[in-house]
């Protein structure tokens, strides 16, 4: 199993619908990340979690939220979807280690369609 | 917003020669960071070189940062199509938690 699980992987819906994304983690790291990917745009930090009390916005959360279930789950939540949330997600996660920085290790991907 | 740009934003090569990739950024940093993303999937980590190393090699790749000029390049030595992907860096900045991604550069390896 993948260190770093995304469901679902791809998803078609409608504008102003519900979507969740979920990830899940067996790594045992603390920090868990939701990154959007655009063409062209690289990678844009949406929101980030250093334990399940924490939580903080990333530089795009606008039309986001998130949920820190458990220290191995983190959901990303679009409460009514628009056209423009069309993207690649990706959730990651990290722990310092003992490099004392920020290695990412990131799932595979959900692809979200907004139509 | 962006911190680090890659350039060029696209290179094609044949096989055996050897990528090289290079990524700018605008403030001080603590490390960057070089990931790799095959087409549609995650992005996998493939080096860090922290700000007060000038150079780091693993395998075929070679890091190099030059802080005063806030730049760092990679360096694909003997090139394989399975080098074909798009290449992230990425910086770590002060105290911040967060890391700070490229736009990346495309890499083509022709067979």
């Known amino acids: 199993d993948a260190d770093v699980t995304q469901t679902p992987r791809n998803r078609i819906t409608k504008t102003g619908k519900r979507i969740m994304l979920e990830c899940s983690q067996t790594k045992g790291h603390d920090r868990m990340y939701w990154y959007r990917q655009d063409p062209g745009l690289g990678l844009r930090l949406i929101y980030y979690?250093?334990?399940?009390?924490?939580?903080n916005k990333g530089e795009i959360s606008d039309g986001y939220s998130v949920s820190r279930q458990a220290q191995a789950k983190f959901s990303l939540s679009l409460e009514s979807a628009i056209p423009n949330q069309t993207a690649l997600y990706f959730c990651?996660?990290?722990?310092?280690?003992?490099?004392?920085?920020?290695?990412?290790?990131f799932g595979a991907g959900s692809r979200l369609t907004v139509l | 917003s962006q911190q680090g740009e890659e350039d060029p934003q696209a290179l094609s090569i044949q096989e055996g020669e050897n990528a090289t990739m290079n990524c700018s950024y605008k403030t001080s940093i603590n490390n960057l960071q070089w990931y790799r993303q095959n087409s549609g999937r995650g992005l996998v980590h493939l080096i860090l070189?922290?700000?007060?190393?000038r150079e780091k090699h693993s395998g075929r790749l070679r890091v190099t940062l030059d802080t005063s000029k806030k730049s760092s390049s990679l360096l694909i030595t003997a090139s394989r199509a399975a080098d074909t992907a798009s290449y992230f860096c990425?910086?770590?900045?002060?105290?911040?938690?967060?890391?700070?991604f490229g736009k990346g550069t495309k890499l083509t390896v022709n067979p």
């Open positions: 990651a996660t990290s722990d310092r280690g003992r490099s004392g920085a920020n290695v990412l290790t």
């Open positions: 990425a910086t770590g900045q002060g105290g911040s938690e967060k890391l700070v």
């Open positions: 070189i922290r700000s007060n190393e």
């Open positions: 979690s250093f334990d399940v009390k924490d939580i």
